[in-house]
């Protein structure tokens, strides 16, 4: 009995001692005495979902294969392909005056409220067009940009589709969104926005690289908890082991970003689309116009092959010079220079407009909502980017209905 108390004392006496000695070793070689929490330190800040995560916005948004991103996920929205209407554009309603609206967050908004349904019929009756129900089907989505709404428009047609008019909101995102991402990432103006954060800006090799850096992100969360364990983490010895752990971990993890970051600084077709590449600002925004000019003058020609009406409208903005007396409200909170998207609409939309000529020559139905607001006073704004309040909504509404009207084709007459 004696002898088992004596080489237990003997044991106690040797942790006691090699605790100490670890306890040393810390605090020579860390600067500060050992503690379980600082384990959790020891992990870098670099960490990949800041490099490639899909962005804030994409979050509650499906991929689709042919528009790049669909609407919000809300509930049974399968039937409506994943857009934001409640119908299924594919369903035939011979009695009912089809419309297809696209564009982006502008276009969307027009599309949820601004009473599209109501406006539409009451000026097809006055304008003695039609008497039939009017339905409109908003595949307009926040972030799309051409060609997404020809994808969108040649899409349902190809499933057997039939709309009376077509109606393409857009300006804004064709403008900005090319600018902002090349810039940012060398990612190709007809590319969706910020692809190369939603597909991750990887290849199949970062991937597998980012599996191997979350598994051993993981691995280290779980030594950083064993070691708060009550009796484990108040020892030295424990916590010298662990932290050679994490360390290896940590400088395995190092290395696997430096040969991440070398792929993604190179060529990637999934993720920035075909390599293409501007001199100048000048060029960037041209070529951008370009692209917008081209799908819109496609999808006119497009919907007559199909009998269908079409009308292309540029949508306002606040940073088009003279397009509006600015309230005191828009100038001082919806109307920064800082704001982010500020200085690539200023610059941009003068491209927009100046193809205006292009796309009416192809016979195209034009309208340039940009002056929409001259004479209007009051706020119309609501955010520094582009979108509208209640009173911009249902002035824009108001015209989009007016234009359509005005350029509906007299075939429209024999089909009452």
Same mark, same amino acid.
């Given at each position: 009995?004696?002898?088992?108390?004596?080489?237990?004392?003997?044991?106690?006496?040797?942790?006691?001692?090699?605790?100490?000695?670890? &306890?040393?070793?810390? #605090?020579?070689? +860390?600067?500060?005495? #050992?503690?379980?929490?600082?384990?959790? !330190?020891?992990?870098?800040?670099?960490?990949?979902?800041?490099?490639?995560?899909?962005?804030?916005?994409?979050?509650?948004?499906?991929?689709?294969?042919?528009?790049? #991103?669909?609407?919000?996920? %809300?509930?049974?929205?399968?039937?409506?392909?994943?857009?934001?209407?409640?119908?299924?554009?594919?369903?035939?309603?011979?009695?009912?005056? $089809?419309?297809?609206?696209?564009?982006?967050?502008?276009?969307?908004?027009?599309?949820?409220?601004?009473?599209?349904?109501?406006?539409?019929?009451?000026?097809?009756?006055?304008?003695?067009?039609?008497?039939?129900?009017?339905?409109?089907?908003?595949?307009?989505?926040?972030?799309?940009?051409?060609?997404?709404?020809?994808? +969108?428009?040649?899409?349902?047609?190809?499933?057997?589709?039939?709309? !009376?008019?077509?109606?393409?909101?857009?300006?804004?995102?064709?403008?900005?969104?090319?600018?902002?991402?090349?810039? &940012?990432?060398?990612?190709?103006?007809?590319?969706?926005r910020q692809?190369?954060?939603?597909?991750?800006?990887?290849?199949?090799?970062?991937?597998?690289? =980012?599996?191997?850096?979350?598994?051993?992100?993981?691995?280290?969360?779980?030594? %950083?908890?064993?070691?708060?364990?009550? +009796? /484990?983490?108040?020892?030295?010895?424990?916590?010298?082991?662990?932290?050679?752990?994490?360390?290896?971990?940590?400088?395995?993890?190092?290395?696997?970003?430096?040969?991440?970051?070398?792929?993604? $600084?190179?060529?990637?077709?999934?993720?920035?689309?075909?390599? /293409?590449?501007?001199?100048?600002?000048?060029?960037?925004? =041209?070529?951008?116009?370009?692209?917008?000019?081209?799908?819109? /003058?496609?999808?006119?020609?497009?919907?007559?092959?199909?009998?269908?009406? #079409? *009308?292309?409208?540029?949508?306002?903005?606040?940073? *088009?010079?003279?397009?509006?007396?600015?309230?005191?409200?828009?100038?001082?909170?919806? &109307? $920064?220079?800082?704001?982010i998207y500020?200085?690539?609409?200023? +610059?941009?939309?003068?491209?927009?407009?100046?193809?205006?000529?292009?796309?009416?020559?192809?016979?195209?139905?034009?309208?340039?909502?940009?002056t929409l607001?001259?004479?209007?006073?009051?706020?119309?704004?609501?955010?520094? @980017? @582009?979108?509208?309040?209640?009173?911009? %909504?249902?002035?824009?509404?108001?015209?989009?209905?007016?234009?359509?009207?005005?350029?509906?084709?007299?075939?429209?007459?024999?089909?009452?």
């Amino acid at each position: 009995m004696k002898k088992l108390i004596f080489w237990s004392l003997l044991i106690l006496l040797d942790l006691v001692a090699l605790e100490a000695a670890f &306890r040393g070793y810390f #605090y020579l070689t +860390v600067g500060k005495s #050992y503690a379980a929490e600082d384990l959790a !330190d020891i992990p870098s800040a670099t960490m990949l979902l800041n490099q490639n995560e899909r962005p804030k916005w994409m979050k509650n948004y499906l991929l689709h294969p042919y528009f790049g #991103y669909v609407a919000p996920k %809300i509930e049974n929205n399968e039937q409506s392909h994943g857009f934001t209407s409640k119908s299924d554009p594919l369903v035939a309603e011979p009695a009912v005056f $089809s419309i297809l609206l696209t564009g982006g967050s502008v276009a969307q908004q027009i599309g949820r409220f601004g009473n599209l349904e109501t406006r539409f019929r009451a000026a097809l009756k006055t304008a003695g067009h039609t008497n039939r129900k009017v339905k409109v089907f908003n595949a307009a989505t926040g972030g799309y940009k051409q060609p997404q709404q020809l994808q +969108v428009l040649s899409y349902f047609l190809a499933l057997g589709g039939r709309f !009376d008019l077509v109606i393409n909101l857009d300006g804004f995102n064709e403008i900005v969104l090319p600018a902002l991402n090349y810039q &940012r990432s060398g990612q190709h103006p007809a590319f969706p926005r910020q692809w190369s954060n939603v597909v991750g800006e990887v290849s199949l090799d970062r991937r597998l690289l =980012d599996g191997e850096i979350t598994y051993l992100r993981q691995e280290q969360a779980k030594w %950083i908890t064993i070691a708060k364990e009550p +009796v /484990i983490g108040w020892s030295a010895i424990a916590g010298y082991f662990l932290r050679n752990q994490i360390l290896e971990d940590e400088e395995r993890i190092q290395e696997l970003f430096e040969t991440s970051f070398k792929i993604a $600084s190179g060529y990637s077709l999934e993720a920035k689309g075909p390599p /293409i590449a501007f001199e100048t600002d000048t060029q960037l925004y =041209d070529y951008s116009a370009d692209l917008w000019a081209r799908s819109s /003058i496609t999808m006119h020609r497009l919907a007559r092959s199909f009998d269908i009406d #079409y *009308v292309h409208i540029l949508q306002p903005n606040q940073y *088009v010079e003279g397009s509006k007396p600015w309230s005191r409200k828009e100038r001082e909170r919806f &109307r $920064s220079a800082a704001a982010i998207y500020a200085p690539y609409a200023t +610059v941009g939309y003068p491209a927009l407009i100046k193809r205006q000529t292009d796309i009416t020559a192809a016979g195209v139905p034009f309208g340039d909502a940009t002056t929409l607001f001259q004479s209007e006073k009051r706020t119309v704004y609501r955010d520094a @980017c @582009c979108h509208l309040n209640k009173l911009g %909504i249902a002035t824009l509404a108001d015209y989009v209905v007016q234009l359509s009207i005005g350029h509906l084709s007299k075939a429209e007459n024999a089909r009452q």
